[in-house]
């Protein structure tokens, strides 16, 4: 596995790999969703590459940049064992030369939910992806369904600066109990971790009703309450979404998403379910 730090050695690397590339970007600390992310990249295309960059520009002030979980040597490794082609770890003076003032902007699609709840977020993602993607030049950039609205701002983007490079969304992967893998859950308690389980059990919980015909409003309502009342301190939002726009949908149809951000102690945690469109009996 070729370990790259500058943007010189990765045009290199790059001009070397034969074939086609797959490029799996992360911000490191990884775990099985990544691992899976990289396993998918390389039946893909012929060659596999990873990023790990915890990019600055995504944080917000006063969120969580400067005790996001950093483990280079063990990343690495899982990696190799892996077996990645090629790791790209850039530095933010790198990817942010002084005098930085391009940012990659996606509207509609960024504002609502995780955009609204942290401001800037979306355009730090953006931009950073149009970076990574547009040094490593990828034939395939595969990016997690746990962050169901990034993916969707990175079609929106890609589409629109009309990146050669195919998006591949990748079904989220969870621990045995439901909870959704995420680097962040190293901040839980082990009582916080029990306890963030009524975050999935409510979104499945609501799948299960609204797939089932009822009202959305209510459901949704007892979601909610149940998320809180199980130890969350809050929710940001839980909402009924078509999985393209990530619009608000009062009615189901069409492809449907449960989306919902909720802090536990000092960790905030996102999740989404997929809804059937197809009503059923009720059970
Ligand atoms: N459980 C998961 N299943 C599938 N993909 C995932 C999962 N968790 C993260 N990913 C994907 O891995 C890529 C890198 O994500 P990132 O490094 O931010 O990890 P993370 O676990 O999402 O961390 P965070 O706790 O910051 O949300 C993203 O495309 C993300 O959607
Ligand atoms: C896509 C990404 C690597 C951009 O920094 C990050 O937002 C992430 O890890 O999901
Ligand atoms: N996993 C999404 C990146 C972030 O929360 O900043």
């Not at 190799?80 to 990659?104: I, M, N, S």
């Not at 902007?105 to 939910?113: A, I, K, L, Q, Y």
């Not at 998320?227 to 939002?237: K, P, W």
């Not at 979404?241 to 996102?270: C, F, H, K, N, Y």
Request: with cysteine.
């Amino acid at each position: 596995m070729q370990i790259i730090r500058s943007i010189a050695e990765l045009r290199k690397a790059r001009r070397g790999l034969a074939g086609t590339l797959s490029l799996v970007p992360t911000m490191g600390a990884l775990h099985e969703g990544h691992l899976t992310l990289v396993r998918e990249g390389r039946a893909r295309a012929d060659q596999v590459a990873a990023t790990i960059f915890v990019n600055p520009l995504q944080f917000g002030a006063g969120e969580d940049l400067g005790r996001y979980p950093r483990q280079e040597e063990q990343d690495l490794a899982l990696l190799e064992r892996e077996g990645c082609d090629l790791v790209w770890l850039p530095t933010p003076e790198q990817l942010y030369p002084a005098g930085f003032a391009t940012t990659v902007t996606v509207s509609g699609v960024s504002e609502r939910w995780e955009g609204a709840a942290r401001p800037g977020h979306f355009a730090g993602v953006a931009t950073v992806v149009a970076k990574l993607l547009l040094a490593a030049a990828p034939d395939v950039a595969l990016f997690g369904e746990k962050d169901f609205q990034q993916l969707a701002v990175i079609r929106r983007m890609a589409t629109d600066l009309g990146l050669p490079v195919q998006i591949i969304g990748v079904p989220t992967v969870r621990d045995a109990d439901g909870l959704a893998l995420s680097s962040r859950n190293a901040y839980l308690s082990a009582d916080e971790r029990t306890r963030a389980l009524a975050l999935p059990r409510a979104l499945g919980e609501a799948e299960r009703r609204i797939a089932a015909g009822e009202p959305v409003d209510g459901v949704l309502a007892e979601a909610k309450a149940a998320v809180i009342a199980s130890g969350f301190e809050s929710v940001d939002y839980l909402a009924l979404v078509d999985a393209d726009r990530l619009e608000p949908l009062e009615q189901p149809g069409g492809a449907m998403r449960l989306i919902a951000a909720a802090t536990i102690g000092s960790t905030r945690l996102i999740d989404n379910m997929a809804v059937s469109s197809m009503p059923q009996e009720p059970r």
